[in-house]
């Protein structure tokens, strides 16, 4: 594909997320998800044993990505043999479908106004919307931090990774990323029902957001300095506290933000009712506030928009 079909390709799928946001009808983590759900009452039917859970979550995380890839990559040759620009359109639809940058920032103005307004019941319920932990009894302080982390860690899963495979490969490497994100967002749990079954998935997301993470800190750290936040303060934290998350790719995000606010990420959370610790991101330079919400959505769409320019010229200096 010439190269500057193949960049407006993710500039056409990126300004639509920015009109538009998610899809209303057809998405594909909603496809995905019923497919796994499906895998896995299957493979639970027959597979007992710890061993042969692992196995089979190899299995069903393999069929689950190859599908992903295979599937819209016969079916835009198959258009593009018939009409390159109708192939064209529909790999931009793909493309995103893969992306979430419009309905992170909405999600993070919701919390924000009902904060705002003093609703705490409602600010509580509209944050367990984007979060895995616990909310019914989070402080409004804890509600912003919530917040804020969720908008971080998406920052790449949402909007920066699907951008980046998108550039590597179109939409079926965009795709591979989201199901292998779907996955792990199903299966990846560090608890008894999903140590075994759910291996695979959490590793496989691990290695997909490896490089992707790291280039979001850093373009996080960016953004920070083009809006006048603390942009060498992000830059330290990321360097200093990122691996003390328990997850190797989310500390740098969630650190390069926390650094730019000038605020302390991290705490106890609640996971059905088991306390954990997470590690401390950050210094409460500031204290926690609903402001650090919207700063947290600024920061997120600068650096996609920045990842769309290192993208653009990355793959224009490669001539792919």
Same mark, same amino acid.
């Given at each position: 594909?010439?190269?500057t079909?193949? @960049? +407006?390709?993710?500039?056409?799928?990126?300004?639509?997320?920015?009109?538009?946001?998610?899809?209303?009808?057809?998405?594909?983590?909603?496809?995905?998800?019923?497919?796994i759900?499906?895998?896995e009452?299957l493979?639970?039917?027959?597979?007992?044993?710890?061993?042969?859970?692992?196995?089979?979550?190899?299995?069903?995380?393999?069929?689950?990505?190859?599908?992903?890839?295979l599937?819209?990559l016969y $079916?835009?040759l198959?258009?593009?043999?018939?009409?390159?620009?109708?192939?064209?359109?529909?790999e931009?639809?793909?493309?995103?479908?893969?992306?979430?940058?419009?309905?992170?920032?909405?999600?993070?103005?919701?919390v924000?106004?009902?904060?705002?307004?003093?609703?705490?019941?409602?600010?509580?319920?509209?944050?367990?919307?984007?979060?895995?932990?616990?909310?019914?009894?989070?402080s409004?302080?804890?509600?912003?931090?919530?917040?804020?982390?969720?908008?971080?860690?998406?920052?790449v899963d949402?909007?920066?990774?699907?951008?980046?495979?998108? $550039?590597?490969?179109?939409?079926?490497?965009a795709?591979?990323?989201?199901?292998?994100?779907?996955l792990?967002?199903?299966?990846?749990?560090?608890?008894?029902?999903?140590?075994?079954?759910?291996w695979?998935?959490?590793?496989?997301?691990?290695?997909?957001n490896?490089l992707?993470?790291?280039l979001?800190?850093? @373009?996080?750290?960016?953004?920070?300095?083009?809006?006048?936040?603390?942009?060498?303060?992000?830059?330290?934290?990321?360097?200093?506290d990122?691996?003390?998350?328990?997850?190797?790719? +989310?500390?740098?995000?969630?650190?390069?933000v926390a650094?730019?606010?000038g605020?302390?990420?991290?705490?106890?959370?609640?996971?059905?009712?088991?306390?954990e $610790?997470?590690?401390?991101?950050?210094?409460?330079?500031?204290?926690?506030?609903?402001k650090?919400?919207l700063?947290?959505?600024?920061?997120?769409?600068?650096?996609?928009?920045?990842?769309?320019?290192? +993208?653009?010229?990355?793959?224009?200096?490669?001539?792919?």
């Amino acid at each position: 594909m010439e190269l500057t079909a193949r @960049l +407006g390709l993710v500039w056409a799928a990126l300004a639509l997320d920015w009109l538009l946001g998610d899809p209303a009808f057809g998405h594909p983590v909603r496809l995905l998800g019923l497919a796994i759900e499906s895998l896995e009452r299957l493979v639970r039917a027959v597979c007992h044993r710890p061993r042969a859970l692992k196995v089979a979550g190899v299995v069903v995380a393999a069929l689950v990505v190859a599908a992903a890839v295979l599937m819209p990559l016969y $079916f835009l040759l198959w258009l593009r043999g018939r009409n390159f620009w109708l192939a064209w359109a529909s790999e931009v639809m793909l493309i995103y479908s893969t992306v979430a940058a419009r309905s992170l920032a909405a999600a993070g103005r919701q919390v924000f106004g009902l904060l705002a307004a003093g609703d705490l019941p409602r600010a509580r319920k509209a944050v367990g919307y984007i979060v895995g932990r616990d909310t019914d009894r989070l402080s409004p302080s804890e509600v912003v931090r919530a917040a804020v982390e969720t908008v971080a860690e998406n920052t790449v899963d949402g909007v920066t990774a699907p951008v980046f495979y998108a $550039f590597l490969g179109g939409a079926p490497l965009a795709m591979a990323y989201r199901a292998i994100n779907t996955l792990d967002s199903m299966l990846g749990y560090r608890n008894e029902r999903y140590r075994d079954f759910g291996w695979a998935a959490a590793r496989l997301d691990d290695l997909a957001n490896y490089l992707p993470a790291r280039l979001t800190g850093g @373009l996080l750290c960016l953004a920070a300095f083009l809006l006048r936040l603390r942009a060498k303060h992000a830059w330290q934290t990321m360097r200093r506290d990122a691996r003390r998350h328990p997850s190797p790719n +989310g500390g740098y995000p969630e650190a390069a933000v926390a650094g730019a606010l000038g605020i302390r990420l991290g705490g106890v959370n609640s996971y059905g009712g088991v306390r954990e $610790f997470r590690p401390y991101l950050g210094e409460a330079e500031e204290a926690m506030e609903e402001k650090h919400i919207l700063a947290a959505t600024r920061l997120m769409r600068r650096t996609s928009l920045l990842a769309l320019l290192l +993208g653009s010229v990355g793959l224009w200096f490669l001539g792919l």
